[in-house]
């Protein structure tokens, strides 16, 4: 029986495509894997595994009582998830967030999908929209989407832009930070009261940083993102002071909320910065995506006080992202309304992060298999993260101001009852998971 069912085509074998192959060939049928590397290489990626993690070796917290993330990681692990399994394999310390070693994890799932006697993995890139008579295809092409791929789905459907940039903020290691000038607060005290790390600046350090933003050298652009529109809510930090001198102290460096303990004098401006890991020992610089090139991002952000010493875990960056205005194109199981052969899976679909592009993946691989096998695909529960994100991207969020989103329990309809606010997102999590399994339960078998 397996033989006379006709294949999927799955473009792309990034974290989506990966998932989608799995989960479409363990239900029995056949895919056709399409990878472009190494015919065709990226900016971004250093080698042609599948599955290749090219901005960070971590999936976050995997909490699932107290974390959508990690809801969304146990969810998965529930619907046999390739992605997941590799995880656990190749684990590296990182407290209660899931990191992986990035190498031997993409060497896992490529030897898993090379060997899956229903998968067949094609190397080259498919630069335009498929043949016709690719009758189920899902398009898993990720923030680095060709082109030519990217043209041809702009033209069917419909859409003014595709793509935006995704800009990176720099990390500092706590201990090279010097707090006889920063401290620790929250702006009015909210929270514990002393989240974030904060570094003042006087009128006149503050307007000869907006100087130096605004003449310090920046990346080049290749021809074909020059006009790409950046993502405003990763707006880079030199193209925020480009709007004017007062931008940024009504933006990411306002000073209201804050009192220096070493300054008797108010400060003028403020740079925050977050934790960025559980130890505690890298700082996340609130705002400050950039696009200046390495050196000068070093030399500009050593004269903001407190960071004269500073080193930098890594510095920021921009990469080109693609996404589709999802909600408008397209439909409740991640098909094109204008080509319904077309299922999207992945961050093209307006999701962010490896686990969000995975978990997509993993369900328009057994969407698209159900279909193949006579059967119509079931959409998990809006209580569960699978269906909070598929109907945050396909008609729960506003298309005319669609951005791309992490899961977070915001996308699921509150608890039911009365509930105390510190147990909110446990009782979410619990009804998630049962809620998930009675859908399973009807799958068909």
Same mark, same amino acid.
């Given at each position: 029986?397996?033989?006379?069912?006709?294949?999927?085509?799955?473009?792309?074998?990034?974290?989506?495509?990966?998932?989608?192959?799995?989960?479409?060939?363990?239900?029995?049928?056949?895919?056709?894997?399409?990878?472009?590397?190494?015919?065709?290489?990226?900016?971004?990626?250093?080698?042609?595994?599948?599955?290749?993690?090219?901005?960070?070796?971590?999936?976050?917290?995997?909490?699932?009582?107290?974390?959508?993330?990690?809801?969304?990681?146990?969810?998965?692990?529930?619907?046999?998830?390739?992605?997941?399994?590799?995880?656990?394999?190749?684990?590296?310390?990182?407290?209660?967030?899931?990191?992986?070693?990035?190498?031997?994890?993409?060497?896992?799932?490529?030897?898993?999908?090379?060997?899956?006697?229903?998968?067949?993995?094609?190397?080259?890139?498919?630069?335009?929209?498929?043949?016709?008579?690719?009758?189920?295809?899902?398009?898993?092409?990720?923030?680095?989407?060709?082109?030519?791929?990217?043209?041809?789905?702009?033209?069917?459907?419909?859409?003014?832009?595709?793509?935006?940039?995704?800009?990176?903020?720099?990390?500092?290691?706590?201990?090279?930070?010097?707090?006889?000038?920063?401290?620790?607060?929250?702006?009015?005290?909210?929270?514990?009261?002393?989240?974030?790390?904060?570094?003042?600046?006087?009128?006149?350090?503050?307007?000869?940083?907006?100087?130096?933003?605004?003449?310090?050298?920046?990346?080049?652009?290749?021809?074909?993102?020059?006009?790409?529109?950046?993502?405003?809510?990763?707006?880079?930090?030199?193209?925020? !002071?480009?709007? *004017?001198?007062?931008?940024? @102290? $009504?933006?990411?460096?306002?000073?209201? +909320?804050? /009192?220096?303990?070493?300054?008797?004098?108010?400060?003028?401006?403020?740079?925050?910065?977050?934790?960025?890991?559980?130890?505690?020992?890298?700082?996340?610089?609130?705002?400050?995506?950039?696009?200046?090139?390495?050196?000068?991002?070093?030399?500009?952000?050593?004269?903001?006080?407190?960071?004269?010493?500073?080193?930098?875990?890594?510095?920021?960056?921009?990469?080109?992202?693609?996404?589709?205005?999802?909600?408008?194109?397209?439909?409740?199981?991640?098909?094109?309304?204008?080509?319904?052969?077309?299922?999207?899976?992945?961050?093209?679909?307006?999701?962010?992060?490896?686990?969000?592009? !995975?978990?997509? *993946?993993?369900?328009?691989? @057994? $969407?698209?298999?159900?279909?193949?096998? +006579?059967? /119509?695909?079931?959409?998990?529960?809006?209580?569960?993260?699978?269906?909070?994100?598929?109907?945050?991207?396909?008609?729960?969020?506003?298309?005319?101001?669609?951005?791309?989103?992490?899961?977070?329990?915001?996308?699921?309809?509150?608890?039911?009852?009365?509930?105390?606010?510190?147990?909110?997102?446990?009782?979410?999590?619990?009804?998630?998971?049962?809620?998930?399994?009675?859908?399973?339960?009807?799958?068909?078998?």
């Amino acid at each position: 029986m397996t033989q006379a069912v006709k294949a999927i085509h799955i473009i792309g074998g990034g974290m989506a495509g990966s998932e989608a192959a799995w989960q479409a060939a363990e239900l029995g049928v056949p895919v056709v894997l399409h990878e472009m590397r190494p015919v065709r290489k990226t900016d971004a990626h250093q080698t042609d595994g599948l599955a290749e993690l090219v901005c960070s070796n971590s999936f976050r917290s995997d909490d699932h009582e107290n974390n959508a993330v990690g809801l969304l990681h146990e969810e998965m692990r529930r619907m046999n998830s390739l992605v997941m399994a590799a995880a656990k394999e190749h684990r590296v310390p990182a407290g209660s967030a899931l990191a992986v070693d990035r190498d031997a994890f993409s060497a896992h799932v490529t030897h898993v999908l090379e060997n899956h006697p229903l998968i067949t993995i094609e190397r080259g890139e498919v630069d335009g929209l498929p043949p016709a008579d690719w009758d189920s295809v899902i398009v898993a092409t990720g923030p680095l989407t060709s082109p030519a791929l990217s043209k041809a789905v702009l033209e069917l459907c419909g859409e003014d832009s595709l793509a935006f940039f995704d800009a990176i903020a720099p990390i500092v290691y706590k201990d090279s930070i010097d707090f006889g000038t920063a401290w620790f607060q929250s702006r009015y005290d909210k929270g514990d009261g002393a989240d974030y790390i904060n570094l003042p600046l006087t009128r006149e350090q503050y307007y000869e940083f907006v100087e130096d933003l605004n003449t310090g050298e920046k990346t080049d652009f290749k021809e074909w993102e020059k006009d790409t529109p950046y993502f405003e809510g990763c707006m880079p930090i030199e193209v925020m !002071a480009e709007r *004017g001198p007062e931008t940024l @102290r $009504f933006g990411p460096m306002k000073p209201v +909320g804050l /009192t220096c303990p070493h300054w008797e004098q108010r400060q003028y401006a403020v740079v925050q910065l977050r934790q960025d890991n559980k130890l505690g020992t890298l700082y996340n610089m609130v705002g400050f995506q950039t696009k200046l090139k390495y050196a000068e991002q070093t030399r500009i952000f050593k004269k903001i006080p407190g960071l004269q010493d500073a080193q930098f875990a890594r510095l920021g960056g921009l990469h080109r992202n693609t996404f589709l205005n999802s909600p408008k194109v397209l439909d409740g199981t991640m098909r094109m309304k204008a080509d319904p052969r077309l299922r999207f899976a992945g961050q093209i679909t307006g999701v962010e992060g490896y686990v969000e592009s !995975a978990a997509m *993946g993993l369900m328009a691989g @057994r $969407f698209a298999a159900y279909e193949r096998l +006579g059967h /119509t695909p079931s959409v998990p529960p809006i209580t569960t993260a699978f269906g909070a994100l598929i109907n945050h991207i396909t008609g729960g969020a506003d298309a005319k101001t669609f951005q791309p989103m992490n899961i977070n329990f915001g996308l699921m309809p509150p608890p039911d009852g009365k509930v105390r606010k510190n147990e909110r997102k446990q009782v979410q999590s619990r009804r998630a998971l049962a809620d998930l399994a009675t859908w399973i339960e009807g799958l068909p078998a």
